[in-house]
C-alpha cells in the first residue's frame, strides 16, 4: 500500500475547497450577465483556480519519488492551533466590533504567535504600528479601489 503523501492530502482539501465554493455561489439569486457578472464571477474564478492547483498539487504528488520530511513539529502544530482559534475568535469579534477595532488585534496576535520562539527585533511599538497600518491600508485599498464597505460591527450600527 502507498503511503499517503502531504501534496495528496494539500490537493484533495484543494479540490474539496473549490467544489464547496463553487457550490455555494451557485445557490446566488442574482444571474450572471454578460453585462453584469454579478457576485458570482470572482468566487467562480477562485473556486477554479483551487481546483486547478489542487489537481496539479495532487498529481504532481502521485509522480514525486522524493522523501517527504516531516512537515511541523509538534511546537509548529501549536502554533497553527492556536492561530486557528484566534481567527475564530477575529470571525465572531468582526461580527461585533466591526472591521477597524477587530482586525488591529487579530493582526497583533497573528505577529506575536508567529514571532514566539524565533530571534526577532520587533517589539511591541513596532507590531502596533504594523498591526495598524496594515488594518488602514487594506480598509482605504477596498474602500477607494474598489468602492466596498467594511462591517462596522453591531455593536455600532
Not at 31 to 37: C, S
Not at 38 to 64: R, T, W
Not at 93 to 120: N, Q, R, W
Not at 133 to 154: E, K, Q
Amino acid at each position: 500500500m502507498k503511503k499517503i503523501r502531504r501534496d495528496h492530502v494539500t490537493g484533495l482539501a484543494l479540490i474539496i475547497l473549490g467544489v464547496v465554493v463553487a457550490v455555494l455561489v451557485m445557490q446566488f439569486k442574482k444571474p450572471m450577465t454578460a453585462a453584469y457578472p454579478g457576485p458570482k464571477l470572482f468566487p467562480l474564478i477562485a473556486a477554479f483556480g483551487f481546483v486547478a492547483c489542487g489537481l496539479g498539487i495532487f498529481i504532481e504528488g502521485c509522480l514525486s519519488k522524493k522523501e517527504e520530511k516531516p512537515f511541523l513539529s509538534a511546537a509548529g502544530w501549536k502554533k497553527v492551533g492556536i492561530m486557528f482559534a484566534v481567527l475564530i475568535v477575529y470571525v465572531f469579534l468582526m461580527k461585533y466590533l466591526g472591521y477597524m477595532l477587530a482586525t488591529p488585534f487579530a493582526l497583533f496576535a497573528f505577529t506575536t504567535i508567529i514571532e514566539k520562539g524565533e530571534k526577532t527585533k520587533a517589539g511591541l511599538v513596532s507590531k502596533i504600528i504594523y498591526s495598524v497600518a496594515v488594518t488602514v491600508f487594506i480598509y482605504l485599498m477596498y474602500v477607494t479601489a474598489f468602492g466596498m464597505t467594511f462591517p462596522s460591527g453591531m455593536l455600532f450600527d
